[in-house]
């Protein structure tokens, strides 16, 4: 695979949606716990692929708002591997010079690893090798939600203008702000949908799906999705020249 990247135009910021781990395990006869292992062991090995392909944003979507409702044994089981996770990935971040940002909204996890999101987002603050955003209880419409209440009490506060809000002023109010929008979007597993993940941002991002489940999605597979983004016209709504 060496020197493939030197001909491809790679991708600024890709954005990953971590599924199958759960089937992944089932499949062999293991239980889903063990898929959620081997898949957060899978984004360590994948966030150096990127930065060695010369991506420069990875935003991954790990637990969304909706993802409370699995079992009780299994959403306890990754609130452990959250807390391992968020400790290793301070020197993952430190290796990579990674600046690490957590998305969502983080109030609904217990006081421990909130403040295990602080310490990591503190201790990477001022790396720029690598941006790498974990969606943790993350949902794109309730990220609007809470955006659009902030950005309503500044209205309301006289600190904006109704008349002068454009997209970037509520980009700003998102939990994104200061981020570029993805550039390409990988699913892994076979589905063929966003499940609330980054609506307003991947207003034009290009999509990629695999049937390839999370933790068998390695090196040569990210480079066959970005082979197919470099395949892809992007027009932004324009029309090509001919």
């Given amino acids: 695979m060496e020197g493939e990247n030197k001909t491809m135009n790679v ?3 890709i954005a990953i949606i971590l599924d199958g781990n759960g089937r992944w395990a089932k499949a062999k006869g293991m239980p889903r716990s063990y898929g959620h292992v081997k898949g957060c062991a899978n984004l360590e090995t994948i966030c150096d692929d ?4 010369g991506v420069k944003y990875v935003t991954v979507y790990a637990f969304s708002t909706e993802n409370w409702k699995r079992s009780r044994e299994e959403v306890e089981g990754l609130m452990k591997l959250f807390r391992s996770y968020l400790k290793k990935c301070l020197k993952i971040s430190e290796r990579n010079k990674m600046k690490v940002k957590i998305i969502g909204d983080i109030s609904a996890f217990d006081q421990d690893i909130r ?4 310490q990591l987002e503190e201790f990477s603050k001022d790396y720029d090798e690598l941006y790498f955003q974990i969606a943790l209880n993350y949902g794109s419409r309730d ?19 109704p008349s ?22 990988i699913r892994t597993s076979g589905e063929l949908r966003l499940s609330n993940f980054l609506l307003w941002q991947m207003a034009y991002s290009e999509f ?12 040569a597979e990210l480079i066959r999705a970005i082979e197919k983004y470099n395949q892809r016209d992007r027009r932004y709504g324009g029309v090509k020249e001919e």
């Fill in 11 to 13: 991708p600024n910021h």
């Fill in 208 to 219: 990629y799906f695999t049937d390839v489940p999370w933790p068998d999605f390695d090196k």
């Fill in 50 to 53: 990127m930065k060695e392909l």
């Fill in 143 to 161: 990220e609007i939600t809470r955006g659009i209440r902030r950005l309503a009490q500044d209205a309301a506060d006289g600190k904006v203008i």
């Fill in 164 to 185: 002068e809000i454009t997209e970037e002023t509520i980009g700003n109010y998102l939990d994104t702000a200061g981020i570029p929008d993805p550039d390409l979007m």
């Fill in 115 to 118: 403040d295990k999101i602080l």
